[in-house]
């Protein structure tokens, strides 16, 4: 039987395009529900307050960086949805006086332009301009880390790549965008020889930091949450990270409070990775082939999903 079209963007893949059954199995979890569908190799967190939520995602940049030696560089690959913990990142650095000098980061991804050519920082939303005016700028300058150990993917993405092999990532952080992706792994477009069927976990899993073209949901969500619903400042492609450097993270975390994406969605890509369907319309569904996956809720962002006329 043929998959559904997309009721969001028909020519391209997406969660809409799921067998109806495993949308309803999912749109029916409570909140306690929610929190029992851990495994081994897939755990799942609740946090009471949004002050324990951010520390604690704040904490895994220093426990990452605190394993980090001459002889065992170590770093953390990290989000810009969410953000507030950032801020926090710096604060935790400085207080305990922690020498950066050996450490690591990997941003997660960057924008690029019509002409292919990542963003600069002056640009509004760029990324790595928003991970050194919240964090790394904020950190003593004699406690950062050097230039060189601050990795984007804005140039190279061989060489960004390959530095997941030269460096131990110990944890990768995420959110959740609606269309359910971590960094932009978004679903594909549904041409070519994915008209029919997106591509096999398999087969995306193979992806390496790449230059992608964003779903029309992820440029609808970083206007709204980014840019004040202003939809012409979004640019359509973006450089990401991809399934290859993050199953080369001892940890991936995603990190959800309830502002990137909606109470169906929070539950929906925790029930297929608990259950074990992975799937290349949801991106974030893959993970269940990951060993070591965390996703961290505030409860009282989780919502419901129900009816409720506005």
Partial sequence: MARPLSKVAPGWWDYTTL???????AARL????????GRPGFRVVMHDTLEDFYLTEALEYIGAWRQSTDDNPVGICGPIGPTEQLPLVARLVNELELDLHGAHFWGMDEWVDEQGVPVPTDHPLSFARADWDLCFGRIDPKLRMPPANLHFPTGDLAAYSRGYDEVRCAVMQGGQGEVKHWAFNDPPKREGAYRDEPPSP???RALAARVTELHPMTIIQNARTSGGGHVALVPRRAATVGPVETWKADKVSIWQAGFHDNPFGMRLTAWMIARRLPDAAVPMS???????????YYRPGVGAVAAEMH
């Fill in 30 to 37: 409570s909140v306690d529900d929610l929190a029992a569908l």
């Fill in 286 to 296: 893959l993970l269940a082939d990951h060993p070591n996956v965390e996703f961290h």
């Fill in 19 to 25: 067998d109806r059954e495993l949308i309803d199995d």
């Fill in 202 to 204: 398999a087969e995306y």
